[in-house]
C-alpha cells in the first residue's frame, strides 16, 4: 500500500518466501489487481534450461516420482524452490501436504528471527505423481535430486552442474550428461527484458505461487502451534 501511494509500480518479482501468511497474500493480489499490476516469485528452476528440456522428455509419460535429498539445506525456507519445479514438471496443483516425517520440534533458522524444521514432507498432486523432500541437518552433504517417470530416471547434481539419465530406451544404463544451474546474476536481466517486452515473463505468476505457498504455510503453522500451544497468523519462515 505504501508504494502504490507514492508510485505507480507496474511490475514485480519477488523472492521467496513471498508472503509470511496466506490473509497477505490475499490482501497483496487483491493490490494487485485494483492497481492493475503483475507480480511474479523469483523461483528459478522452471526457466533452467536444464529442467525445460528435461520435462519436454517426462510430460506424458505417466505420474511423477521426485525425491530432493541433502544435509541441512534449511526446508522450510527452500521447500518452495522444488515445489515450484515439481508444479512446473507435472502442471498439476497440489494435493496433499505431509509433514508427519518431520521431527516434532523446531529449530532457529540460519536467518535470525525465523525457524527450520528438520526431516521429511511428502507432497502429492492432483495426477498421483509425489515430491519427497529430506532434509538431515546432521549432514552437510549438497542436495541431490531424483526424477522418475515411467520410462526415464534423471538424477541431477546441482551442486557439480551434471547429472546422469537412464531410461528404457538404453536399457536403464547410466549416462552422464551436462546439467548447468544458472546463476541469478545472468537471469535477473533476462526477465526484466521480457516482462517489459511481453508483458509476463516465465516465473509462477503470485497467484499461481500462492496455490503453492499456502499449504506450506498454513502446515508449518499447524505444525508450530501444536510444538508451543499458541496460533499462529504468521509463518515465520523466509
Known sequence: ??????TNVKYFILEKIAFQSVNCFEEVISLLKKNNSKAWVNCVNRIFPAYIALKEKIINDGPLNMVVEGGDWEISGNCIHYIDLFNFLTDENISSFNT???EKKYYPSKRKGFIDFNGEIIIKAQDGSKLSLLNDKTSNRSVMLN????????????????GVIQSTSNNWMSTEISFPIVPQSKLTNLLVEDIINNNKCNLSTIEESFLLHKPILISFSKLLGKFDGEIHTFCPIT
Open 147 to 162: 526424477i522418475f517417470s515411467n520410462n526415464y530416471r534423471y538424477i541431477i547434481f546441482e551442486h557439480e552442474s551434471k
Open 1 to 6: 500500500q505504501k508504494i502504490f501511494s507514492r
Open 100 to 102: 508427519d516425517g518431520l
